[in-house]
């Protein structure tokens, strides 16, 4: 079953921190890049991070030097470590392949909220 599952958000005050998980099954996460993205409201769904299967990230400017992402190969899970968070930041962040032909469907997202 092709399954992406995300975890971790919450509602945090601006320069908390927060850390998201995402469990993929193995057909997506397999020798795939992977990325995290984010919708903020009224918006289009943005990537903000990516990471090979060898570990290479990659980031948006507006999180570079915030966020890290990192996977765990042996579990088929993606994180994303998020720090300094500003109000910015709030949307639904979603994980899924980076190639659009290696995509699953996507899960419901978890909701990231930055209060000022």
């Known amino acids: 079953q092709v399954q992406l599952v995300e975890s971790g958000g919450g509602l945090v005050q601006a320069g908390g921190s927060l850390r998201l998980s995402c469990a993929a099954s193995?057909?997506?996460?397999?020798?795939?890049?992977m990325g995290w993205y984010r919708q903020a409201p009224g918006k289009q769904r943005e990537l903000v991070a990516t990471?090979?299967?060898?570990?290479?990230?990659n980031y948006a400017d507006s999180v570079k030097g915030r966020f890290t992402i990192s996977r765990d190969n042996a579990k088929n899970t993606v994180y994303l470590q998020m720090n300094s968070l500003k109000p910015e930041d709030t949307g639904v962040y979603y994980c899924?392949?980076?190639?659009?032909?290696?995509?699953?469907?996507w899960g419901q997202g978890t909701q990231v909220t930055v209060s000022s």
């Open positions: 899924n392949a980076v190639l659009l032909i290696r995509r699953g469907p």
């Open positions: 990471i090979t299967s060898g570990g290479s990230t």
């Open positions: 193995g057909s997506i996460f397999s020798a795939n890049a």
